[in-house]
């Protein structure tokens, strides 16, 4: 029968690579078509990935924690169905095992799955001095800026004196002392810089950053970094849109089968100020601005475990009210039960936050990068207000909400922004108390 490679399937147009949380399944287990092998992690969401044949796993290519590479295979399976190219059965000693990592090229092309003979000589990736490297030995050798020189160097393990990942992460461990003098050196220097600890008095806990939030802490830096931030504020009457809300609320759970939340009305209103206002849904490469033609709008959505993720309503400019909320329903419960697919926290333009949820006010959002404006909702409070009336002005109890938004001053003033979160207000302060959804 023959040995396929699975291939790691593109995951979206920014992702590169991914880190591999765990194995569903184990060497000798049975693989049912499109039953999920593995789940990996990348910078926008946690997957699994399922299988294109059946068959029987006989060879795992990567250890848990490992980074995978779109289009790399990541494991071997003997089939037991027929396929468009069929391969004798091959040499698993081909791929190293101090390694992890197979010995061959990636997969070129498109598929998610693909089939390739496997090298008969183990050969890899080959340095200078006609010393073979794997893909892992040298991405670890280029991101610790060990040269080709240096690299020759070190002492390999593996199979042919080849250098493994754990012979250069040694190295690694050896070469840092090294440097030490060097940063003596510095310190005599009059623009020498300080290094500084943390200390801590009384009981503390230490803890490590799980993975989400070190790639949101890493995401926030960058974008404030990027992006010189401007916020702007507005508050608005939304005394309509809650009673609106209030009336239809009941009836649209017992016929939909969800709630009916403020967030895909939040969105339509950001929908239709985009069409007005179409140079607040852009992006920007270098010197030059990318206006999107959809209106990709992105909501916050709070994790189990306290961290956020931003899945994207599609096209929301071209959807009525109950299809964004049928997207905004399906988003958030795969949010929340780690359902999520990489498309589905892709390609966003706008980000709205619900801050109110927590009984925040107002805030001041971060930009979610490469977008430039990001919108806050406040709580919805009762407040006293002027009422205007042709009769004259009467003080009311009224559905008061704040909106603030940051925007990056690179490409939106203050006009543009100022007048786009306006525009948002006044389609909602314009709400019709009469609105049919259905």
Do not use: C
């Amino acid at each position: 029968m023959p040995h396929i490679e699975l291939i790691l399937p593109k995951m979206g147009e920014s992702v590169a690579e991914a880190t591999l949380t765990s194995w569903l399944k184990n060497e000798g287990d049975i693989i049912e078509l499109e039953e999920g092998i593995l789940e990996i992690a990348t910078d926008k969401v946690d997957s699994e990935v399922p299988s294109d044949y059946e068959g029987t796993l006989i060879k795992k290519l990567y250890k848990e924690g490992d980074i995978i590479k779109i289009g790399e295979p990541f494991a071997i399976i003997e089939t037991i169905s027929n396929v468009s190219e069929s391969l004798p059965p091959q040499d698993l000693s081909a791929y190293d095992e101090s390694d992890n990592i197979p010995l061959i090229a990636p997969l070129q092309g498109n598929n998610a799955i693909g089939i390739k003979k496997f090298p008969s000589d183990g050969s890899n990736v080959i340095g200078e001095n006609n010393k073979f490297y794997s893909p892992l030995v040298k991405n670890i050798a280029k991101k610790e800026k060990i040269n080709n020189e240096e690299l020759n160097q070190i002492n390999g393990t593996g199979r042919n004196r080849r250098v493994t990942k754990d012979d250069i992460l040694n190295y690694l461990e050896n070469r840092i002392p090294q440097s030490l003098p060097e940063l003596k050196k510095a310190d005599n220097s009059p623009n020498r810089g300080t290094v500084t600890t943390n200390s801590f008095s009384g009981e503390s806990e230490i803890i490590e950053m799980d993975r989400m939030r070190k790639l949101i802490s890493n995401h926030m830096v960058n974008s404030k970094k990027t992006a010189p931030h401007v916020t702007s504020v507005v508050e608005i009457d939304v005394t309509n849109l809650v009673n609106w809300r209030n009336k239809v609320k009941n009836n649209f759970l017992k016929k939909e089968g969800y709630k009916l939340t403020f967030t895909p009305i939040f969105i339509e209103a950001v929908a239709k100020a985009i069409k007005d206002f179409p140079m607040i849904n852009v992006s920007v490469d270098g010197e030059n601005i990318i206006i999107k033609k959809d209106a990709n709008i992105g909501m916050a959505v709070a994790l189990p475990s306290g961290n956020l993720i931003v899945p994207v309503v599609k096209g929301a400019n071209n959807l009525n009210l109950l299809g964004t909320a049928k997207s905004v329903n399906n988003l958030t419960h795969k949010a929340r039960n780690n359902k999520l697919d990489p498309d589905d926290v892709q390609g966003g333009t706008f980000t709205i936050t619900n801050i109110g949820t927590f009984g925040n006010i107002i805030g001041t959002p971060i930009i979610n990068q490469p977008e430039v404006a990001i919108l806050a909702t406040g709580v919805i409070q009762k407040k006293p207000a002027v009422i205007e009336t042709p009769e004259g002005d009467f003080i009311g109890i009224r559905q008061m909400m704040f909106m603030s938004m940051s925007y990056d001053h690179r490409v939106v003033d203050g006009m543009l922004g100022g007048s786009f979160l306006r525009k948002v207000g006044d389609y909602l302060e314009n709400f019709e108390i009469n609105r049919q959804i259905w």
